[in-house]
Structures are given as structure tokens and as C-alpha cells.
């Protein structure tokens, strides 16, 4: 589980299994179920720490789709609020990020901790 480094929003993670394939149809019964582990680890964190309205969670395969690893499939988290759309990607190409990813990062690492054994 890692930061996204150009976020969608604040807290925005990726779940990168450590089997590099390029398709989850490719990924073995046991890395999936780790990938799909990960990613409740990773919405409780998300919940304790930043209290998002909802989630948005996806793969993208392939460059066409916006693959940035196109050869490594990982999940995309991105936490959602109302009424966290804003015009700045819409008019100048700019992403307005309330708050610094290292301490994200930091309240993250936190709320992993805290929640792991739930």
C-alpha cells in the first residue's frame, strides 16, 4: 500500500501487489486475496483517519485505460467528500491538494496502526 504521488484527492492510495503482472487475471488466488485484504485495511484506515464521505476503487489495465505501470496492475483507493470537485482542474489544469502528502503519509501510517486489529 502506497500514497499515490499525484493524487485525486488527499489520501488517495494504491494497493501494488508484489507479483508484477499486468492484469488481475493473471494475479494468483492468494496475492488477489492479500490485494482485496489490503484494501479493507485500507478503507478503515482512510475512515478513522480522514473521515471520507465514499470511496471511489479501481484497476486501470492498460496504457488505453490510463495505466501509468501498464505491466504492474495495482487498486487504486481514492477517498471521496461531498462536494470535493473543484474548478481548478477544469480551467487551468491545476489540482488544489489541501494538505502536504508527507503528512498524509504520517496520519495515515497512524490510522494503519491503529486500526490493523480490528
Do not use: C
Not at 52 to 77: Q, S, T, Y
Not at 81 to 92: E, K, L, Q, R, S
Not at 100 to 114: G, P, S
Amino acid at each position: 500500500m502506497m500514497l499515490n504521488r499525484y493524487p485525486y484527492n488527499n489520501g488517495h492510495l494504491m494497493i501494488v501487489p508484489f507479483q508484477h503482472v499486468g492484469t488481475i487475471e493473471k494475479l494468483s488466488a492468494e496475492t488477489l486475496a492479500e490485494l482485496m485484504a489490503q484494501a479493507q485495511l485500507a478503507l478503515k484506515a482512510l475512515r478513522f483517519a480522514m473521515k471520507p464521505d465514499g470511496f471511489n476503487m479501481g484497476i486501470n489495465e492498460g496504457k488505453v485505460a490510463g495505466a501509468g505501470f501498464a505491466d504492474h496492475v495495482h487498486l487504486h483507493v481514492v477517498p471521496r467528500w461531498n462536494g470535493d470537485t473543484n474548478f481548478m482542474p477544469v480551467i487551468a489544469e491545476i489540482k488544489v491538494m489541501p494538505e502536504h502528502l508527507d503528512l498524509v503519509y504520517q496520519q495515515l501510517k497512524e490510522a494503519i496502526a491503529a486500526v490493523k486489529d480490528q
